[in-house]
């Protein structure tokens, strides 16, 4: 009776097993097929290993389509030297996060060509492009892992010394180690047992930490309060020194000292210049902000 009885209980345990694989094969096929999938950025044979960039960057005729009916980007041009910030405004939909997003590849331009240190981009290796592009995205993306790991995305060797540096300058120091278990405690899938300021603010501790020669801040205070955004302006803008910035913003205040003002609308470049000549000019910039101000 007791050979049966544990004989029963491996039964139940194999059938349980069973179960659960029936029950999960949705799941498992969906974690094939995304490790099937090949990626639509793939690197050139014989790439080129760039090593740490100057900043240089050119857009030439560049156009873009998702859907190869309406264009996103349309023949867009400009040459942005190194150490510059630029600020990309304009309507939601108007080409500015498409723009960025081909500067780092997450897509490859159609038509023309974009430049680093006067390289075609799609020249350089993957790993080498992204090395020297660091990225604030408005939705910043986290993984199931520790707030250390998470961290260390951008440069995996960091010290912990330097992970409560960047921390510290992002305004990140003092909510983790509030944490129980401090830069050891788990984020959840997703980032989602932080607050949205509290993921931006670590997305901005990782850039701080991968310390690249190119920088894109995408609305990368958008989630923040009035208090913690002026603190961090001045840790971004620390961070911007002798880098190669791009700067999407709605809340154009933020903007004021960028060396170059993009204006877009429906993907292409209505007006272009510094802030005070766009102000000056009375055009599309000129409505913005006086929109901005009346609200």
């Known amino acids: 009776m007791g050979f049966a009885t544990m004989l029963i209980g491996r039964m139940n345990h194999a059938s349980g097993f069973v179960m659960s694989i029936f029950f999960q094969m949705p799941a498992l096929a969906d974690f094939f097929h995304v490790l099937d999938t090949q990626s639509t950025v793939p690197d050139k044979p014989g790439g080129l290993e760039l090593g740490r960039a100057r900043g240089d960057v050119e857009f030439e005729g560049v156009g873009f389509s998702y859907d190869g009916k309406q264009a996103a980007l349309a023949d867009f041009s400009l040459k942005v030297p190194a150490g510059t910030k630029v600020a990309f405004v304009g309507p939601t939909g108007a080409g500015k996060s498409t723009t960025l997003a081909l500067l780092h590849r997450m897509w490859d331009p159609q038509s023309g060509i974009i430049r680093m240190d006067g390289i075609d981009h799609r020249d350089i290796k993957l790993e080498s492009l992204r090395r020297n592009i660091g990225v604030v995205f408005q ?41 129980r278990h401090g830069y050891e405690t788990l984020v959840g ?73 993009v204006v877009f609308e429906h993907g292409r470049v209505v007006e272009q210049g510094s802030y005070q000549e766009l102000v000056a000019k009375g055009g599309s910039f000129a409505c913005l902000v006086a929109t901005q101000l009346a609200a």
């Open 139 to 179: 939705d910043s993306t986290m993984f199931y892992r520790s707030i250390a790991d998470n961290l260390r995305i951008g440069k995996p060797d960091a010290t912990q010394a330097e992970l409560e540096e960047a921390a510290k300058l992002a305004e990140a120091h003092d909510f983790i180690v509030r944490q």
């Open 189 to 261: 899938e997703r980032g989602m047992t932080l607050s949205g300021g509290e993921r931006q603010r670590l997305a901005i501790a990782r850039a701080l930490l991968k310390d690249p020669p190119i920088l894109i801040l995408d609305e990368a205070t958008s989630a923040l309060d009035s208090v913690t955004e002026a603190r961090i302006q001045k840790a971004l803008k620390f961070l911007m020194q002798g880098r190669t910035t791009f700067v999407i913003a709605h809340r154009l205040s933020t903007i004021r000292d960028a060396d170059l003002v």
